[in-house]
């Protein structure tokens, strides 16, 4: 099995910590979001900065934060406060190919796996309930956990629904610009 790399690891215990006010970043670099998966616990201020040639348009409209900077190029003057849980995507309404994830959660405990799909979450001994998210699971992965002081490792195995269709933005922005240049060259 293939590992999975962007899934966003959590533990969850009954009692919620206070939010913090941490700060975070998602770069748009050539069109996309980067990172594409942003964890981040409630209460993050996140800055979206404008690292392309070309303006953005970053919106949301998912329930857990709505909300739009209008076109800019740059970095917008404020962040964008994530204070509810939960799953918020993200998208430009100039490239309608850049989509990406922010994870807000209401724990300090959690992590996003790597190119080998390995995280390590650091958490005081006792019983958590583990979440893992991840843009291809039809539901969150969950279940409880024991950590012991000095335990070894837990292995998660997931199963995937198919990847979504290719999104050829770039190559369409590319022909159209190329049409755009050819029409200007015509007498």
């Not at 616990?41 to 857990?64: E, L």
């Not at 958490?123 to 969150?140: I, K, M, S």
Request: aromatic share 6%; hydrophobic share 40%; net charge positive.
């Amino acid at each position: 099995m293939a590992p999975i790399a962007d899934a966003v690891a959590s533990l969850h215990a009954d009692a919620r910590p206070a939010a913090p006010g941490t700060r975070a970043v998602m770069d748009q670099r050539d069109t996309t979001f980067v990172p594409g998966v942003l964890p981040v616990q409630a209460g993050t201020a996140v800055s979206f900065p404008n690292s392309d040639r070309v303006q953005h348009q970053v919106y949301s409209f998912s329930a857990a934060k709505p909300f739009e900077l209008p076109l800019y190029a740059g970095t917008p003057l404020e962040p964008v406060r994530f204070d509810t849980p939960g799953v918020v995507v993200v998208g430009c309404n100039i490239h309608d190919w850049m989509i990406g994830h922010i994870v807000v959660l209401d724990t300090p405990h959690f992590g996003k796996t790597d190119a080998q799909g390995l995280v390590r979450l650091q958490a005081p001994p006792g019983t958590y309930r583990l979440q893992v998210w991840h843009a291809r699971l039809a539901a969150p992965f969950e279940r409880t956990v024991s950590l012991a002081e000095g335990a070894a490792g837990q292995a998660v195995t997931l199963a995937l629904g198919p990847p979504p269709p290719e999104r050829r933005g770039n190559e369409r922005l590319r022909a159209l610009q190329e049409k755009l240049r050819s029409l200007k060259r015509e007498p």
